[in-house]
């Protein structure tokens, strides 16, 4: 069954919003993708519901089975934290509003999912996104490509656990990228 997953990769200042369609032999297509803006001059309220408007119009419009959401972390700026947890739990409460569940993903994860190295820049997961999605262009601005590597991620995911039970079947056995990134989400639960 095609999963349709939205993924975004939450900020106050730009928002990026991506919707795939992943078959389960993990041929993706770009459904829609873009970015919400808000101006930093702009109260804290008004930002939010700029973002909140954004989100209920695209899951109105894409009707996702999932949305895929960075998951929230720094160790360096902690006002950069602050809005993007906002605008993530703007963004999860649109979901469960709908009852459409929310997967969080770490940016180790994505970069893992669809490079094969967590430590991959974003120059490389823009490229890898571009190559999946067979697209003539490369998205931008970055945000774009990261709420794509995210729904991209998610769907992903969930293959590597429908590959691991047939593996376990003896009715499959997961795929090299699908090797490299249950290696590498390995290694990252050990730290």
């Known amino acids: 069954m095609t999963i349709r997953v939205m993924g975004i ?19 993706s297509t770009l459904v829609a993708v873009g ?3 808000t101006e930093a001059g702009r109260s804290l309220d ?8 954004a989100v209920d119009e695209w899951l109105d419009l894409h009707s996702p089975h999932v949305l895929a959401v960075e998951r929230v972390f720094s160790q360096l700026n902690v006002s950069t934290v602050m809005g993007t947890a906002q605008a993530s739990g703007v963004v999860i409460a649109a979901a469960a509003r709908r009852g459409i569940p929310v997967a969080l993903h770490t940016p180790t994860e994505v970069k893992a999912a669809v490079t094969g190295n967590g430590q991959s820049d974003k120059v490389a997961v823009t490229k890898m996104v571009t190559k999946i999605l067979r697209l003539d262009a490369p998205p931008r601005p970055a945000d774009a490509a990261d709420a794509l590597a995210l729904a991209i991620t998610h769907a992903w995911r969930r293959g590597v656990g429908m590959q691991g039970a047939a593996a376990a079947s003896g009715a499959g056995a ?3 990228a ?3 990134w249950a290696e590498a989400e390995a290694r990252a639960r050990r730290r």
Do not use: S, W, Y
């Open 35 to 37: 970015v919400v803006g």
């Open 9 to 27: 990769d939450p900020g106050l200042t730009r928002c990026g919003l991506a919707v795939v369609d992943v078959e389960p032999n993990r041929h």
């Open 178 to 180: 699908q090797r490299l």
């Open 46 to 53: 008004q930002r939010l519901l700029v973002i909140a408007e």
């Open 174 to 176: 997961a795929t090299p």
